[in-house]
């Protein structure tokens, strides 16, 4: 099975940037299909942004599109999450998942769906 570090996470003022990382290991990520989830306290689990393998398909939230990039480098078997324009409703524990998939194009949109996942790194936004 794969095992997913995720790492990056901070404090940082309104409108700065941070660049979350999610090591994989035990297994080769370009075989996984990978998502990004954040939860804030109180508040469920929310999808943020999901790759297809290859970093051919993404997707994002709405709330996050044109400020947060995902991408992946499966020679170095990491993922990652640039969070730029950051505002305080950002802050939240962020996550990232992976699932198996013979498919080249495909992402995952639901937390069910995702058999893999990190412990998740926090990060906090002030005003």
């Known amino acids: 099975q794969v095992r997913l570090v995720e790492s990056g996470g901070g404090l940082v003022q309104a409108g700065g940037s941070l660049r979350l990382s999610c090591a994989a290991s035990?297994?080769?990520?370009?075989?996984?299909?990978v998502g990004w989830f954040r939860q804030a306290p109180g508040k469920e689990r929310e999808l943020v942004a999901a790759?297809?393998?290859?970093?051919?398909?993404?997707y994002y939230a709405d709330s996050v599109r044109g400020r947060f990039t995902i991408a992946r480098d499966d020679a170095k078997n990491t993922a990652y999450l640039q969070l730029n324009s950051l505002k305080p409703e950002d802050a939240a524990v962020y996550y990232c998942?992976?699932?198996?998939?013979?498919?080249?194009?495909?992402?995952?949109?639901?937390?069910?769906?995702?058999?893999?996942w990190g412990q998740g790194t926090q990060v906090i936004v002030s005003p």
């Open positions: 998942a992976a699932q198996y998939t013979t498919s080249i194009g495909r992402y995952y949109d639901q937390s069910t769906e995702y058999n893999y």
């Open positions: 035990g297994r080769t990520l370009s075989m996984y299909a």
């Open positions: 790759v297809s393998r290859t970093d051919g398909i993404k």
